[in-house]
């Protein structure tokens, strides 16, 4: 088996993959810094779907869900677009908790582990 790795730099890769398992990176905003977490959200999942019809997979082969607030205050926020974009008939496993994030504009990471 080989594995494959999607958009690597020095530091990390977006995705690896090995096995028929896709293991991402921690998606994070880029345009939406000073949006609330609601519009956060709805930009990493964006990314995460990009990144997934990028190596043939879609949001129902979702595995694993790992999500990271900086605030759980905004964790309905977080739902909300989560339950909008989520594949209902095949959702993922998940867990949310409070982190300190890497930048402090942002207010979510999230992680995830797909079938390809």
């Given at each position: 088996m080989t594995t494959k790795r999607i958009h690597p730099s020095e530091r990390f890769c977006e995705?690896?993959?090995?096995?028929?398992?896709?293991?991402?990176?921690g998606q994070v905003p880029e345009e939406t810094l000073k949006k609330d977490a609601y519009e956060q959200t709805k930009e990493v999942l964006s990314l995460i779907d990009k990144l997934l019809a990028e190596i043939g997979s879609h949001?129902?082969?979702?595995?694993?869900?790992?999500?990271?607030?900086?605030d759980m205050k905004d964790y309905e926020q977080l739902n909300q677009a989560w339950d909008e974009w989520v594949d209902r008939s095949n959702p993922p496993s998940r867990a949310t908790v409070e982190a300190k994030l890497a930048v402090p504009e942002w207010k979510v990471e999230i992680v995830i582990t797909a079938a390809v």
């Open positions: 995705v690896s993959i090995y096995n028929g398992i896709a293991y991402f990176a949001k129902g082969n979702i595995l694993n869900a790992q999500i990271f607030l900086a």
